[in-house]
């Protein structure tokens, strides 16, 4: 039996590809390469190239191959593009989310592992974050993620569908061999942009406001390794297999590191002075962003093994050093 993993040739999807082959699961993949990468999926893995949102090419997909469980990537990510283009992400991510329980439905699909975000809590009541905390996005993107959950929670009570609904926080770092790594046509993340600067391709990193009531007045955020996360995904796997019920878990480091501490440990690791200009504030960013994981780590078993910031950073760089192009090298 085969684990489907949709949008597994995106930045997390692609390290998830890695990390089920390594443990012996029969993967497949359908991306439409919009925004993923063709030669971040292994040659050896069964490829199809095709929108989630052409049900009919979900039909053949599930016809061709005995699907035992799905894992789901596919959606538009950028929090600032979803404020200005509303439309585009509901009809791409929950759009999507509706034709593939769709035809898990249609072909007797029982399990789904689905990439949410911290984006679905919005602006925080306290930190760090419980999974039972409200949940009022401040933009589409996690208004998006959130409406999917929510469809997943009422598709399983009617359709007997069972999901693990996966938060991340600020997912970081690359595969450990450096061959694939985060590659986006606009990055706006802030580890991939700090690396532009040692390797020629910016003159500084702007830190977006000094001001926020944290200890250096930057944003405090939890970041975790892409490794430390596919190896939850692979976790919540084996938990519906063995019977668990339908689930939400945060996933981060629970420890927040600040923009300022972010680029000096930037700095230690590759050995450039690496200039920062002060910014202004971007809109819709809360001061701080903290996981309280301790429900993955009790039910899942789960816990983050790569948590020094300097060795996620140097993970990262590693894959950019190596690929300043990205998948064009
Ligand atoms: N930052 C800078 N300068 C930059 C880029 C980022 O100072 O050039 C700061 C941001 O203001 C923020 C921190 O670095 O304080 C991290 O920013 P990222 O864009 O790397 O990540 P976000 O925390 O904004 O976003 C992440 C995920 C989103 C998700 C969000 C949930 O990448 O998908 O968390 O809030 F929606």
């Given amino acids: 039996m085969a684990v489907l993993i949709c949008g597994g040739a995106g930045y997390v999807g692609s390290h998830n590809v890695r990390a089920f082959k390594e443990h012996g699961e029969d993967v497949i993949v359908v991306d439409s390469l919009e925004t993923g990468h063709r030669a971040s999926v292994p040659e050896d893995v069964k490829f199809y190239q095709e929108d989630i949102r052409n049900g009919e090419a979900l039909d053949k997909i599930f016809a061709e191959n005995q699907v035992e469980a799905v894992v789901h990537f596919c959606a538009y990510s950028l929090v600032g593009e979803s404020m200005e283009l509303p439309l585009k992400y509901f009809d791409n991510n929950v759009g999507g989310m509706i034709s593939l329980l769709e035809a898990m439905h249609r072909h007797n699909v029982k399990r789904i592992i689905f990439s949410s975000t911290a984006a679905t809590y919005g602006e925080p009541k306290r930190v760090p974050i419980l999974e039972t905390d409200p949940t009022e996005p401040t933009n589409p993107y996690g208004e998006s993620k959130r409406i999917m959950e929510k469809m997943m929670k009422w598709v399983s009570s009617q359709h007997d569908i069972r999901y693990v609904s996966l938060r991340y926080f600020n997912v970081a ?59 939850a995904h692979l976790l919540a796997l084996n938990y519906l297999r063995d019977g668990g019920e339908s689930n939400i878990f945060n996933l981060g480091s629970g420890d927040g590191y600040s923009v300022m501490e972010m680029i000096t440990a930037a700095r230690e690791v590759t050995g450039h002075p690496i200039p920062a200009v002060i910014g202004t504030r971007r809109a819709g960013d809360p001061a701080k962003l903290v996981a309280d994981s301790t429900k993955a780590g009790k039910i899942l078993r789960w816990k983050p093994e790569i948590t020094k910031m300097q060795d996620i950073i140097a993970s990262a760089w590693k894959w950019h050093k190596s690929h300043p192009k990205g998948y064009e090298d």
């Fill in 173 to 231: 770092g690359a595969w450990r061999d450096g061959t694939i790594g985060e590659d986006h046509k606009v990055e706006t993340h802030l580890i991939p942009l700090i690396l532009q600067v040692p390797l020629g391709k910016r003159e500084h990193i702007t830190i977006y406001g000094d001001d926020y009531p944290t200890n250096d007045g930057t944003c405090i955020r939890d970041y975790i390794h892409v490794e430390d996360l596919a190896r």
